[in-house]
């Protein structure tokens, strides 16, 4: 389980505009520290703040008659980008000092590593770097992937694909660049389109996963009943049935990566070696069995059965 996000200023609610900056922060700490500490144990990361990069100049602004500006954004032009950002992860940290907290943001220019450098230096600990992907123009394709992956890997950081989105149907228009911009009255799934986004599907997890640095990976939305923007980016079609991309994406997982009951055969000494996926194992000979769990970055286990 991971919560989404604890800080965006997008959507602030409006009655926290009422409130002045010096209240607004202790708000929004107070915020932060209730939805993490009553989550302990059931949701333990989070995207500790969202979208940073365009903060403040994207301002949300209210409507006109209102006058007063979105609270968050307001807050982050006074004390500035990275003291926003220290807030929501440190207040987060204290209340449940296991958690794993994400610096999310959709803008993966160098803007967004001019950022990321600043934090770091600022001593913020980040846990971890969120990468959006919503391909609503098409698959980026491996070797546009494999650029972001190795820019962002270099702050030796594990990174999470947070929001990723393969449509079937017709691409969003080359030329849109805030993808907020594009409004149809329909955009439906189309069998073409389906082929095509489970091609994209299992081509872009298997780059993902390839790529040491990666440690989760985020679809953004199951089905396209009530998907962002409507856009046709669900695995299953609004009326639940599953896409060819479903089925892709679950033979990758369930079939061709995860390890089934296998039959193994010991070596001359009794002996003999497992690869596989972080996780936890069971192995049995006979009437004797034993557990294990391979971590990253651990020593291998040696298992002896009894």
Not at 64 to 69: K, L, Y
Not at 160 to 172: A, Q, V
Request: net charge negative; charged share 25%.
């Amino acid at each position: 389980m991971k919560g989404h996000p604890l800080v965006w200023h997008t959507l602030a609610p409006d009655w926290l505009r009422r409130y002045s900056d010096e209240d607004v922060e202790k708000i929004v700490r107070a915020r932060v520290a209730r939805e993490v500490t009553s989550f302990a144990g059931l949701i333990d990361t989070w995207d500790a703040i969202n979208e940073v990069v365009i903060m403040p100049v994207f301002a949300n602004e209210p409507p006109p008659d209102e006058g007063v500006p979105n609270a968050i954004t307001r807050l982050c032009r006074r004390i500035g980008r990275i003291p926003t950002i220290r807030l929501a992860f440190e207040e987060a940290r204290r209340a449940n000092p296991t958690t794993t907290l994400v610096l999310n943001d959709f803008n993966l220019s160098t803007a967004y590593e001019c950022l990321i450098e600043g934090v770091l230096e600022a001593g913020v600990q980040v846990d971890a770097i969120g990468l959006q992907s919503h391909m609503h123009q098409g698959y980026w394709g491996e070797e546009r992937t494999q650029e972001v992956l190795e820019r962002f890997a270099r702050y030796g950081l594990p990174l999470h694909w947070t929001e990723t989105t393969l449509l079937s149907g017709d691409l969003m228009p080359p030329e849109i660049v805030d993808l907020n911009d594009y409004q149809v009255a329909e955009w439906p799934s189309t069998p073409a389109g389906e082929e095509r986004q489970a091609d994209d599907i299992v081509r872009h997890y298997r780059t993902l996963l390839a790529h040491p640095s990666v440690e989760a990976i985020t679809y953004w939305g199951i089905t396209d009943r009530g998907s962002w923007l409507g856009a046709p980016a669900g695995l299953v079609r609004a009326d639940g049935t599953p896409k060819p991309a479903y089925e892709a994406l679950r033979g990758l997982v369930k079939g061709e990566w995860w390890l089934a009951p296998t039959r193994l055969r010991t070596d001359s000494e009794g002996k003999v070696p497992v690869r596989g996926w972080a996780g936890d194992y069971t192995v049995s000979a006979g009437d004797s069995s034993a557990q294990w769990t391979l971590q990253q970055d651990a020593p291998s286990p040696v298992v002896i059965l009894p």
